[in-house]
């Protein structure tokens, strides 16, 4: 018989002091959505039909859609991503992805693997995406389906022109898919307003709440082209006709994640409370403050002012700086936590939910700036700190 392993306690693997999460996502959660996660109800029946009710209504305020058709996913932001897709491209269908980085990529490579025929455009690391070069694609074959990403975490770059592509595609006949994984709820996105398809977004990043549970949003217009689908579909959990039968018709498909929509239900009641114009506000002048900050103690931002998201700050590493080391030096010293890069010469700071406070900001910057000059960088740390204090000490609201 094999014998259990060597009793350790959770207590003696988690560190002593919680690192502040400072990076890409995960973010942290408030009490509210952490309570929330530790309770287990029925998958079914009266109290759960409620909670599902309200996570709707409180989604189509966060994606600004009156479509009904918001449901959740049991996964993680790629779960959604794969919904969206598997749903939508068979083989035979045609494909427009715009590529910005590692997770717009990943929306073209799961196109493929779903049978499309892909055509996948790369833009330049740093570059966003053109609205009258995509116009031209689209005169030139029918494609059935765009996918595109509002911010792309993996190197900062934001589509700025994000509505006026969505109703491009529109226009010529096209479904388009958005992710918003990092951004909703950092910075508008209207999803009817805008003539968006589909709408991906993850639990850990823009609406801070736990990672493993996804939101996805259908628009009406896109609605009669799923259910009508006829084409086999290899997915039995991220079918959307299925799945619709417990996010709409409170039946049974899977046994929800209870605890994760728990989860998700107060993190949207946090976004609702708070108010999106609001919200938005209170990211936009926390992230501009804090990349001020950075360019004022002698350091660079990766992506220049027009096409830079908010949502994730990427900061060039320094000639000569181990970025390796700087991310040690943060979590072990100063227990703060920033995120690496795939394969680009950057470190990421999150500037969503609780990250977008001004005492994170403080804590972050000092952080990141005693460890770039412990790993040799030159840098002004106090005139960092002073901007910062400069862009955000009039602003009582972004502490609370
Ligand atoms: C994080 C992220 C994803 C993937 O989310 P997971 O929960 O890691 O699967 C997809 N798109 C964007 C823009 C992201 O930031």
């Known amino acids: ?112 693997r779903s049978g499309g025929e892909v055509d996948e455009i790369s833009l330049e690391v740093g570059q966003s995406a053109d609205p009258d070069a995509i116009e031209i694609l689209l005169k030139e074959r029918q494609y059935d389906v765009l996918t595109i990403v509002q911010g792309e975490t993996s190197c900062t770059v934001w589509n700025r022109p994000l509505a006026e592509i969505t109703k491009l595609a529109r226009r010529y006949g096209v479904f388009s898919v958005v992710d918003a994984v990092c951004t909703l709820s950092t910075m508008p996105l209207e999803m009817d307003e805008w003539q968006v398809d589909v709408v991906i977004t993850g639990g850990q990043k823009g609406l801070a709440s736990i990672p493993g549970v996804s939101l996805i949003a259908f628009s009406e217009h896109v609605w009669p082209e799923i259910m009508g689908r006829t084409a086999p579909m290899p997915h039995w959990c991220l079918d959307v006709k299925l799945a619709q039968q417990f996010w709409e018709e409170k039946g049974y498909h899977y046994t929800a ?33 804090l990349q001020h900050a950075i360019e004022a103690m002698g350091m660079s931002l990766f992506v220049q002012p027009h096409s830079r998201l908010n949502s994730v700050v ?60 412990s790993a040799g960088a030159h840098i002004d740390l106090p005139a960092g700190m002073a901007e910062l204090e400069r862009m955000l000490d009039t602003r009582e609201s972004l502490t609370a």
Not at 258 to 287: D, K, M, Y
Not at 336 to 350: A, D, Q, T, Y
Request: glycine share 8%; with cysteine.
């Open 257 to 289: 994640p209870v605890s994760g929509i728990l989860a998700l239900h107060e993190a949207l009641r946090q976004v609702c409370q708070e108010t999106l114009p609001l919200r938005f506000e209170r990211h936009a002048t926390c992230s501009v403050a």
């Open 314 to 373: 990427g900061i060039t590493v320094p000639d000569g700086v181990d970025a390796n080391q700087v991310l040690k030096t943060m979590s072990s010293l100063y227990k703060v936590e920033i995120s690496g890069s795939f394969g680009l010469n950057l470190v990421r700071i999150g500037q969503m939910g609780e990250q977008s406070r001004a005492h994170n900001l403080f804590r972050t910057l000092h952080a990141l700036g005693m460890s770039m000059k």
């Open 1 to 112: 018989m094999i014998q259990p392993p060597k009793d350790l306690p959770l207590d003696s693997i988690l560190p002593e002091e919680p690192l502040l999460l400072m990076g890409a996502g995960p973010v942290p959660v408030s009490n509210r959505v952490a309570m929330a996660n530790s309770v287990v109800i029925n998958h079914l029946g009266e109290t759960m039909d409620k909670v599902i009710e309200r996570v709707r209504l409180m989604s189509q305020y966060v994606f600004q859609t009156s479509s009904p058709h918001v449901l959740g996913v049991a996964g993680p932001g790629s779960a959604a991503m794969e919904m969206a897709i598997t749903n939508l491209v068979w083989p035979g269908r045609k494909v427009l992805s715009i590529n910005n980085g590692f997770f717009s990529g990943r929306l073209a490579e799961m196109s493929r």
